[in-house]
């Protein structure tokens, strides 16, 4: 079985799969942190690996930039692969003025103004949460391995903040209290996806960027300074 977007026969997905917005990053992830794998998606290059990390079957797969991106691609990872348990891992902007480049930021809730639930399920939903259980095993992870985590509120957006002509207008239309600690642009899909299916999901960031930062990451030192992040998400699956 395959879809319009993704190759793979069924069976060829693991139950749990590991998706960082870039297709570069996935092959990079599987090279450096994999036993074995096998390319099994190439379809609009959204490449997907299916391999084993200590032993345990994972698949990791790209989804692209944005909610419209992410959310074909996790739809059908659980809707028709039979998939449960996603865990983003990508970018993200920092909003407290503690957070250093490349600190690491679960999410425990998302904002989004978007109409993507309104559109796909029509229901008026603009905050939706993260899997407790995933959740949970990531802190656990963590602490175990010492390594530093921050757990808040995030915000998904149409758009990259840093291009926003007044993002401080953006952040007086967040609910009070929610508080955002960073913003990245596809949690939002991926957790109202996983509530509608009935699945799990979380998304661990990396901070590349803030305006409490003046240097931005490039592309490269992204890459490599990523791999706290990359290693946690790769542990916690370990416990799925």
């Known amino acids: 079985m395959s879809t319009p977007h993704n190759e793979a026969n069924k069976g060829d997905i693991a139950k749990t799969v590991i998706m960082p917005g870039d297709p570069l990053r996935a092959k990079y992830i599987v090279e450096n942190f994999f036993e074995d794998y096998k390319l099994v998606n190439s ?4 490449y997907a690996y299916t391999g084993t990390y200590k032993g345990k079957e994972l698949t990791v797969m790209a989804h692209g930039m944005g909610m419209p991106s992410v ?29 250093k480049l490349f600190d690491i930021i679960l999410s425990e809730n998302v ?9 796909l399920n029509n229901e008026d939903c603009h905050i939706v949460n993260s899997s407790n259980e995933l959740n949970t095993i990531i802190k656990n992870t963590a602490k175990e391995n010492n390594c530093n985590l921050t757990v808040g509120n ?21 609910p009070a209290g929610f508080n955002p600690v960073s913003a990245e642009m596809e949690a939002f899909a991926l957790f109202y996806n996983a509530k509608l299916l009935n699945k799990k999901a979380a998304c661990l960031m990396s901070v590349v960027d803030s305006k ?8 490269e030192e992204r890459q490599i ?12 699956s370990l416990e799925l």
């Not at 904002?111 to 559109?119: G, K, V």
């Not at 409490?212 to 592309?219: G, L, R």
């Not at 300074?225 to 542990?235: E, R, S, Y």
């Open 71 to 99: 959310g074909i691609y996790s739809y059908e990872l659980y809707k028709f692969y039979d998939v449960d348990n996603i865990i983003r891992i990508g970018s993200c902007g920092g909003y407290l003025p503690e957070l």
């Open 43 to 46: 379809v609009r290059g959204m």
């Open 154 to 174: 995030t915000v998904c957006t149409d758009c990259f903040d840093l291009y926003m002509t007044d993002v401080n207008k953006f952040l007086e239309r967040v």
């Open 111 to 119: 904002f989004s103004e978007s109409n993507y639930a309104l559109t």
């Open 225 to 236: 300074g990523l791999n706290n992040m990359i290693k946690l998400a790769l542990d916690s």
């Open 212 to 219: 409490f930062i003046k240097e931005v990451a490039t592309a």
